[in-house]
């Protein structure tokens, strides 16, 4: 028998409290840990320790969090964690938009954040484990979801979209004309049975603004008062399945 070796994470925090409890956290975990304090250090370190997903803080002395994110997804494929000071909502949009799977506010419970880490990582390995036969591309509303590539269009146009904004499209897709929960999109695209609703809230504002006409007025992922959200079918043309 042999096991796979252990999750890679890199935590980048120039605080050394906060970096050496969240990192004791994550290696009782069981996931390998190593540790940079700020942005070159982290950019270095990567690339060295090729971590599978990266915990960041936003705020870094030089470097800010928003640039090493940039840089590290210019860089290949890598999931990202920001720790984002309560209220910087400007700040968790763009990074959002720079392609972090995830955000957890200060201050949080370290015991939540290996519960973020262990859940985007299991989503990465599920994304990898995932065959053709199980992902067919999904099609409507001149939008294109293909689920093994991870590549999605508008009217032929390819879509830059987050991991989770790409999670939260097909599961819309994946369920037209239903209203959906904003506990159950949480549970069912993020993996959590608890958190903050608002995540929801503005990952859907995100994915307006790229597949919406009119972000302002949508059309396509609409609002249902006190319940969540339904992507609603144009009637000239249905969802479906290539």
């Known amino acids: 028998m042999h096991t796979a070796p252990p999750a890679r994470v890199l935590v ?10 969240v990192a004791g956290y994550l ?3 069981g996931l390998a840990v190593d540790r940079a304090a700020d942005g070159p250090g982290a950019l270095e370190k990567a690339a060295a320790f090729r971590p599978d997903l990266v915990v960041l803080d936003l705020m870094l002395p030089g470097m800010d969090g928003l ?8 860089a290949g494929p890598v999931a990202v964690i920001m720790l984002t000071a309560r209220g910087d909502e400007d700040d968790r949009i763009l990074g959002l938009e720079l392609g972090a799977d995830d955000y957890v506010t200060k201050p949080f419970s370290p015991r939540e954040l290996v519960l973020r880490v262990e859940s985007v990582l299991r989503r990465a390995q599920v994304r990898a484990a995932a065959g053709p036969a199980l992902a067919p591309p999904l099609r409507a509303a001149g939008l294109t979801l293909d ?9 032929g146009v390819e879509l830059a979209l987050t991991v989770r904004e790409f999670d939260l499209l097909a599961f819309l897709l994946r369920h037209p004309g239903r209203a959906c929960g904003r506990e159950e999109l949480m549970r069912e695209v993020w993996g959590w049975e608890f958190g903050d609703l608002s995540t929801v809230t503005v990952h859907v504002r995100r994915l307006r603004s790229k597949v919406e006409d009119d972000p302002a007025r949508p059309r396509l992922i609409q609002t249902v008062w006190g319940v969540g959200y339904r992507f609603e079918v144009p009637a000239e043309g249905g969802p479906g399945h290539a």
């Open 67 to 74: 640039e090493v994110c940039r840089r590290l997804r210019a």
């Open 27 to 29: 290696d009782r975990a």
């Open 147 to 155: 689920p093994v590539a991870r590549r999605a269009t508008k009217d």
């Open 12 to 21: 980048v925090d120039d605080d050394p409290t906060v970096a050496e409890v």
